[in-house]
């Protein structure tokens, strides 16, 4: 493992160089950003299509269910959890795209449930391109964002690369009944959902000119904040499935938990909340790249679908809310935890017996 703190980049940090001044813009030097430069849901399943892993070795959880972490034994109903994030800048600023990151990173261990306690940094830079001082105000957003959820970044590995590119390993623990999967909800449970989506049109529009100052200032906020919420998710047995709404969009998400159509799930359109000018900018035909490849993936799967809904639904989303399935008998108990917690939350749709479709839009 190689420190990704090098002498330069720590001097350069410390030297008080204001980077606002500096009009370093970091979406301009990538071709897609956040979670939107993902690879395509298909192609990822042919890479992976013979190297599919779990249920040996005391490896829990693999990657066959398409699950936020892998997660191992480590003894005594003690379990590790384990994952890895990283991507392109989705905003300019070198210390927003730092938090947003780390977030994004962190949010898959709170996604089953778990702790986060350990970071390693993950840095590919241009640097002929953008000074050392940039990447050290990318290692500064990281390093308040992991100071949050209290865990430290202990080390990490760089090197030279024609984009910038900047994310996080994370480790977690977690007691075997905290678990939280994916793909074990069953007909009946309710579907919530912990922020509100569009950050792929906001985020494209942010790159275009196009985003006022405060509907940027929501978007990084939202991409940026923590979902942490999810560990204590985990303590509740009534919360049945969980995972992070992220690249896939919400379409794609959700075909996950229904666990190759174990389950279906009909969604509430009216339901689902959106960041503020969301619906006016898919109006407009504002949308990522990845929205279409989104659909090509998941789409033959969805019933009722519109044209607006088409570029909202499949929008991918770069440290999104969290997906929870709860019985529903426990409806008022867990809305009334996330008003205690002043946890944003919205139930957006329930899962069902098997369909002809896995998704269905009301």
Same mark, same amino acid.
């Given at each position: 493992?190689?420190?990704?703190?090098?002498?330069?980049?720590? /001097?350069?940090?410390?030297?008080?160089?204001?980077?606002?001044?500096?009009?370093?813009?970091?979406?301009?030097?990538? &071709?897609?950003?956040?979670?939107?430069?993902?690879?395509?849901?298909?192609?990822?399943?042919?890479?992976?299509?013979?190297? &599919?892993?779990?249920?040996?070795?005391?490896?829990?959880?693999?990657?066959?269910?398409? %699950?936020?972490?892998?997660?191992?034994?480590?003894? #005594?109903?003690?379990?590790?959890?384990?994952?890895?994030?990283?991507?392109?800048?989705?905003?300019?600023?070198?210390?927003?795209?730092? @938090?947003?990151? =780390? *977030?994004?990173?962190?949010?898959?261990?709170?996604?089953?449930?778990?702790?986060?306690?350990? *970071?390693?940094?993950?840095?590919?830079?241009?640097?002929? &391109? /953008? %000074?050392?001082?940039?990447?050290?105000?990318?290692? @500064?957003?990281?390093?308040?964002?992991?100071?949050?959820?209290?865990?430290?970044?202990?080390?990490?590995? #760089?090197?030279?690369?024609?984009?910038?590119?900047?994310?996080?390993?994370?480790?977690?623990?977690?007691? @075997?009944?905290?678990? &939280?999967?994916?793909?074990?909800?069953?007909?009946?449970?309710? +579907?919530?959902?912990?922020?509100?989506?569009?950050?792929?049109?906001?985020?494209? =529009?942010?790159? @275009?000119?196009?985003?006022? %100052?405060?509907?940027?200032?929501?978007?990084?906020?939202?991409?940026?904040?923590?979902? #942490?919420?999810?560990?204590?998710?985990?303590?509740?047995?009534?919360?049945?499935?969980?995972?992070?709404?992220?690249?896939?969009?919400?379409?794609?998400?959700?075909?996950?938990?229904? %666990?190759?159509?174990?389950?279906?799930? $009909?969604?509430?359109?009216?339901?689902?909340?959106?960041?503020?000018? $969301? +619906?006016?900018? *898919?109006?407009?035909?504002?949308?990522?790249?990845?929205?279409?490849?989104?659909?090509?993936?998941?789409?033959?799967?969805?019933?009722?679908?519109?044209?607006?809904? /088409?570029?909202?639904?499949?929008?991918?989303?770069?440290?999104?809310?969290? +997906?929870?399935?709860?019985?529903?008998?426990?409806?008022?108990?867990?809305? *009334?935890?996330?008003?205690?917690?002043?946890?944003?939350?919205?139930?957006?749709?329930?899962? $069902?017996?098997?369909?002809?479709?896995?998704?269905?839009?009301?």
């Amino acid at each position: 493992m190689e420190w990704v703190w090098s002498t330069e980049i720590l /001097l350069l940090g410390l030297s008080g160089i204001d980077m606002k001044k500096e009009n370093v813009k970091l979406t301009e030097y990538t &071709k897609g950003g956040g979670c939107g430069c993902k690879i395509p849901p298909s192609a990822l399943a042919e890479i992976l299509a013979d190297h &599919k892993t779990g249920g040996a070795n005391g490896l829990l959880v693999g990657n066959s269910s398409g %699950d936020d972490c892998a997660v191992l034994e480590i003894g #005594s109903d003690r379990l590790l959890i384990s994952t890895t994030d990283f991507f392109t800048p989705i905003v300019d600023d070198p210390y927003d795209f730092g @938090r947003i990151a =780390a *977030a994004n990173s962190i949010s898959d261990i709170y996604s089953m449930g778990g702790t986060p306690v350990l *970071a390693i940094s993950i840095l590919a830079w241009p640097l002929e &391109k /953008l %000074d050392a001082s940039v990447a050290s105000e990318v290692m @500064r957003g990281a390093r308040e964002v992991c100071s949050e959820a209290g865990i430290l970044i202990g080390g990490g590995h #760089s090197i030279e690369n024609p984009e910038p590119v900047f994310g996080l390993s994370v480790n977690g623990l977690l007691n @075997r009944f905290q678990l &939280k999967q994916n793909n074990t909800a069953n007909p009946g449970d309710l +579907l919530y959902l912990t922020k509100p989506i569009g950050s792929g049109i906001l985020s494209t =529009a942010l790159k @275009r000119g196009l985003l006022p %100052d405060e509907q940027q200032q929501e978007l990084i906020s939202r991409m940026s904040e923590l979902n #942490s919420i999810g560990r204590q998710f985990g303590d509740i047995e009534s919360v049945t499935a969980m995972t992070d709404l992220t690249g896939f969009g919400l379409l794609g998400h959700i075909s996950e938990m229904c %666990d190759s159509g174990r389950v279906s799930v $009909v969604i509430s359109y009216s339901d689902v909340p959106f960041m503020t000018g $969301v +619906l006016e900018l *898919a109006g407009k035909m504002v949308y990522p790249d990845n929205t279409m490849r989104n659909w090509n993936t998941f789409g033959e799967q969805v019933l009722g679908i519109s044209g607006e809904s /088409l570029l909202t639904l499949c929008d991918p989303q770069t440290n999104g809310g969290l +997906l929870v399935a709860v019985k529903p008998d426990s409806r008022e108990m867990i809305e *009334a935890f996330c008003r205690k917690e002043d946890q944003f939350f919205k139930l957006i749709g329930h899962f $069902v017996e098997p369909m002809n479709k896995l998704i269905q839009i009301i």
